[in-house]
């Protein structure tokens, strides 16, 4: 895989990644806008590895 996982992230793709997976769980559209909204407000406040570290530390 060339290049770090820096360059490989975009927000766009996950936030698709997690619309996918909601309306993959049956999720409304409401309830998928509210995580959407909740989720683009954390790219503003937490860095990847941030992010990663509080999944790593989580039981999902």
């Not at 909601?22 to 683009?40: L, P």
């Amino acid at each position: 895989m060339e290049g770090s996982y820096m360059e490989d992230w975009s927000n766009n793709a996950c936030l698709g990644y997690i619309i996918s997976g909601m309306q993959r769980a049956g999720y409304s559209r409401e309830e998928i806008k509210k995580v959407v909204r909740s989720v683009y407000y954390e790219f503003d406040f937490k860095s990847v590895d941030e992010a990663k570290d509080i999944y790593n530390k989580s039981e999902y």
